[in-house]
């Protein structure tokens, strides 16, 4: 296949959105990381011209990319897999220790986090696995180790420790669902979560009357037809209030006091103004600084480069985890919403590309992408805007960071290289 | 269902966010939150503090310039250190040793280096201070006062600490306020409302003007200035009296309740409250524990009124129509409580309301107080009448005055004696003591001035207060300018007031007189105890006076309260006859009697306790 009918195949459209957030993304963080010293854009010692040169890098990778054959990926997922978890496993020796969590390998012009390169990886081997002719994902077995595929890196990367990251395999769970496995796990989970949060905010009574209320008004819209698991239903409410109890327990004595304040932040579950203002001091700081970054940029922003809480650092890591608060200071509500509107079109599209593969393969593939993507997306601003609690990860194609901006890029253009062939079936 | 489940999800978390971001940046926010951004800089212009007047006109507070050495260490370039330091005045490792505390303050923000320096000093810096850069001087304005007086009036200013900050939100980290006196009280008149202004800075941290043009910038409103109702002459003079002693006298206009005033022994120079020796002289009042300067005993000493409370006593009793005027009772020395004798210094005889009064005998008050009692079936309620009764004179409560400090004295309520002698188990008898003052009952001096007030304007009071015109406006607090009602009949006080006139004329109080004032007054002596080494002791005496003159259109009420003094007119008498002519006459005929009194110390007697020896009381020395 020559290079130019990749050009003509390739999905401009995504292509576009991908350079529109690297673009947004680099002009802020040269905002938050600009110093009077250095104004000069090409400055490499500076973050922002770092950050410049990875573009470039990532520019080079993409090329490689298109210029390798499509089969290539599937073809070499498994080892790619087993590479990267060899790296993970290595960095218990060789690591290099940054901020606490044991992420990095120091080659020397850049640090490489492998569990960055993981992500793609395990996404590719998880498509391969499920697009094998022989695996059924209503099988008990074939979903284990689908989900083994999924833990084994979460498992290596937790005691680095960033569970931030190890969080993000998680979200490889929706290419599973895409692809056959029953929706009630969903609901489960979905449920679990959802009384933990009620636990905590309104108590277990409530909890307990609300799944009573829900059950009898599941009896009386029930369709006649419809057979009711009359008990199944009943012991699920009841193991739900359990499970509502032992949040309660687990929240007072197995959470350390950090973690409790975390969630009192996000949950506003701490009413009293002194106490309120300690932890805003403390655990609270970055998201409070952050909120207050994006509730003062009103909706037309201050100006590029007139960020005044940017400038004086109010917001720690702004370039990398809070970027989104420098767009939000200094653009607005326009700025923030046209990166959200942004991010939503580009995962969108990248849905619509997905399901118009004919090439299993390249579908989970692509679902790898949109999860991984969506939930850095949805953690990171969701943080950054006080709706999550703070789980540090970063915003992909904004953040700054060398090597998470270089596996993003190739993480989407591998699937848009598949995407170009996808009128070929099968191998 | 399961194709459209991930792309729900995506449009259900963009419509969340964009809730989420609408809220903050167009719901919350709003254009003047810009004010606290951390980039946008406040200056404050401060106005000068108001004034403080006397009720003549006279200056008491001013304001006097001081200048602050200021250092923002991020600006500090190479310098002569030497050279500098012997401009400052200040010595080479205080500079290097204060530059360093700065900069751990803050680098950015500016400290103060060298505070208050002299005008002299600030005027040889000014011209070479642009050669320092990251220095330059910042005027204040000190508290300059023109007496040496009325420091427990006055009060004074300190900066805010962390609770002042959390009460108000007006003040900021280094601004003063007014920490007791009038300054607490009318701090808000005095301070004035500092002004802002706006300041924006780029991305280079300088300033690039007004922000948004100067439209939430405000100017600066001036303290105003306040007439006190103190008369600064009577004041210093008062103060003068009390050298060496130990007491208060309150000294008050019966028509208006002003506080002409108001004198606490031993008190200090308000000066010495002001300036770069603040700390140091503060700590050494605060820790003088024995005569406690810091203590305004004006209003806060709480003692037994002693005699000056028998003429309350003889107004219930009128009041209750127990007795008449020609009502007498026998003095045998004394009288009988039971078996026990309680004495008496009258001389003995049959005595009537007048004589009593002037006299000042026990005996006829202790009668009058069971008469009292013996009107209602129960003690409770002769209790409760009585209390009814005291407490109409703005006794046993607080006076509700502008003072920043007080205490409410003690009318003993039948709860009170329930809980000391149990529920029925007292009666007039257990109590008699409060029928010449002694006993339960306490009052500080102001309240004592009030009562003495009360009387003179037969039958009602104005809340004593402090407060005379702000910029030249008489004040209008209903608190102050409507008069408070005794529950005594007008027509019971002129025989009471005839016998404290009789007190001046011919009765304990006839060693004061004073040519061509009349003045009705009453003696107290009041008996107290201390513990020394566990051991219940007596003191001498403390020597009360109350006083109004001239009797017919009181001018001036006044209590004089002189601990350790021994008997009414020895000290307290001579003192408010002096403060009575100072007051009406301007000047003293009484030359000996002045000196005598200037000079004359009690230290020996508040020495005594402390001597470790055995000691008499009561002695006559002169």
Known sequence: MSGRSVLKRIDWLTVLFYILLVAIGWVNIYSSTFTEAEPSIFNFSTLHGKQLFFIGASAVSIVIILALETNFFERF???????????????????????????????GFFNLQPSELAKATTALALAKYLSDIQTDIKRRKDQLYAFLIILIPTILIVPQPDPGSALVFF??????????????????GFLLVSVFVATLMFGTIWVGIALALLIVLFFLLKKKSFKLPVLPVVSFAILAVLFSLSVNFVFNNVFEQRHRDRFSLWLRLEKDPEKLEQIRKTIGYNTYQSEKAIESGGFFGKGFLEGTRTKGDFVPEQHTDYIFSTVGEEWGFVGTATVVILFTLLLLRLVYL?????????????????????????????????????IGIPLPFFSYGGSGLLFFTLLLFIFLKLDTNRLKEGI | MRKILLSSIIIIIGITFLGRLGYLQIFSFSPDQALEDPAIKRIYDYPERGYIYDRNGKLLVGNDPAYDVMVIPREVRALDTLEFCNLLGVGKEKFIKELRKARIYSPRLPSVLVPQLSKEDYARLQEKMRHYQGFYIQKRSLRYYDTPSAANVLGYISEVNERDLAKNPYYVQGELTGRSGVEKVYEDILRGRKGVQYLQKDRFNRDIGPYKDGILDTLPEQGKEIHITIDKQLQEYGERLMYGKRGGIVALEPATGEILSMISGP???????????????????????????????????????????????????????????????????????????????????????????????NAYFAGTFRKIYEKFPTTDEAQDAWEKHMRSFGLGGYLGSDLHTGRPGLIPSKKYYDKWYGDNRWSSSYIISNSIGQGEVAATPIQ?????????????????????????????NPEFVKPKHTTIDKEHFEPVIKGMADVYNYGTGRWVQIPDIEIAGKTGTVENYTVIDSVKTQLTDHSVFVAFAPVDKPKIAIAVYIENGYYGSRYAGHIASLMIEKYLKGEITRKDLEKRMLEKTLEHEYAKPYSGEEFKINEYVW
């Open chain 1, 171 to 188: 979200a490889l769970v929706f290419v599973i669902f895409r692809e056959g496995l029953p929706l009630y796990y969903l609901g489960i």
């Open chain 1, 354 to 390: 997905a399901e118009r593969q004919k090439n299993a393969f390249s579908r989970m593939y692509g679902y790898g992408v949109i999860s991984i993507l969506l939930i850095h997306y949805f953690i990171n601003i969701g943080m950054v805007i006080g709706v999550l609690p703070t």
């Open chain 1, 77 to 107: 997922s498994s080892v790619l897999y087993i590479v990267s978890m060899v790296l993970l496993l290595g960095l218990f020796v060789f690591g290099k220790t940054v901020a606490g969590a044991t992420s990095w390998y120091d080659l």
């Open chain 2, 448 to 476: 004592l001035a009030n009562m003495t007030a009360a009387i003179a304007n037969r039958g009602h009071f104005f809340t004593p207060h402090l407060l005379k015109k702000v910029d030249g406006e008489d004040i209008s």
């Open chain 2, 267 to 361: 008190t200090y120079d308000p000066s010495l409250l002001v300036g770069r020796e603040r700390s140091a002289n503060y700590s050494k009042l605060h820790y003088d524990s024995i005569s406690k300067p810091l203590f305004d005993r004006s209003i806060s000493a709480e003692g037994s009124p002693g005699s000056p409370f028998k003429t309350l006593n003889a107004l219930v009793a009128l009041q209750e129509g127990v007795i008449t005027t020609g009502t007498t009772f026998s003095c045998y020395n004394g009288f009988y409580v039971g078996r026990t004798k309680r004495g008496c210094h009258c001389g003995g005889g049959t005595r009537n309301l007048n004589v009593g009064i002037y006299k000042s005998c």
